[in-house]
């Protein structure tokens, strides 16, 4: 059931995780580094831009330090 919500609502799931995960719950040591990554981030969502905020959220992760700079792909 879970798998077909998000393949139906793709876009809303994608944009719910990245908002809550990274841009209310993230943690970082350079804030206005993250934060103008975080415009470039809402700009790719309007535009649905995903591979470009695939790219961007990436780097959030790599600034975030929950993650201590670890890979996760």
Not at 15 to 35: H, I, M, P
Not at 58 to 65: R, S, V
Request: hydrophobic share 40%; with cysteine.
């Amino acid at each position: 059931m879970i798998e077909e919500y998000v393949n139906l609502n793709k876009n809303e799931v994608i944009e719910a995780c990245f908002f809550f995960n990274l841009r209310y719950d993230g943690v970082y040591a350079n804030q206005s580094k993250a934060d103008g990554l975080i415009g470039d981030a809402l700009i790719a969502i309007s535009n649905s831009d995903y591979e470009e905020l695939f790219g961007i959220v990436e780097k959030l992760y790599e600034l975030d330090e929950r993650t201590m700079g670890g890979d996760f792909s």
